[in-house]
């Protein structure tokens, strides 16, 4: 599991030279920076196997994921995404803009003109796709989001690591929500291993 948090944290490359649709970018751009925040259910997939869970996300900055079978959370506070691991009651943190989470949660979502690179659009009949890399991360991976088409709605998001490990995570039931409790995105903290400091894109 600690090796699927790893790839969470590793972002982003793609194909120059594919095409990008500018309307397709400029739905997903409007879409994002129009919700506050989400709730529903999770199926994430990677390595063949499954796990379910809950997850929840409050812009800027904030996310939690709850796994139902394992002792598992992913959560943001709006700095750092913390993997809290209550088997070993141990806490690992990354920046939550090393994560395709921390694009969906910033204060503000340019996919156009800031670090993030739209390198891909795919056009479907109910929903489209956009595959993205970060400016100075390419060769480490990319990732992919889905979206519905009609209403325009977060389906599914697709991590790549530079080895070709996928995982790939599908939303049920989102709605939006923002009511969460005043301490939803907060862990206790015990044992602590940083791998970096926080950053700024959520002030």
Known sequence: MKRLFILFAVLFCGVASAAVDAKLVANAEKYLNSITGLDGKFVQTANGKQQNGDFAMLRPGRVRLDYDNMPIQLISDGQDLYFFDKSLDQITTVPITSTPAGILVRKNIDLKNADINVVETTD????????????????????????????????????????????????????????FGKNYFQIQRHKTVSTSGGDDYYD
């Open 124 to 179: 479907y009949k109910n929903s489209f796709a956009l595959k993205l890399n970060l400016r100075g991360q390419e060769g480490l991976g990319y990732m992919v989001v889905v979206f519905d088409k009609s209403p325009i709605k977060l389906n599914s998001w697709t991590v790549v690591d530079a080895t070709g490990a996928k995982t790939d995570v599908v939303f049920q039931g989102l709605h939006e929500k923002t009511n």
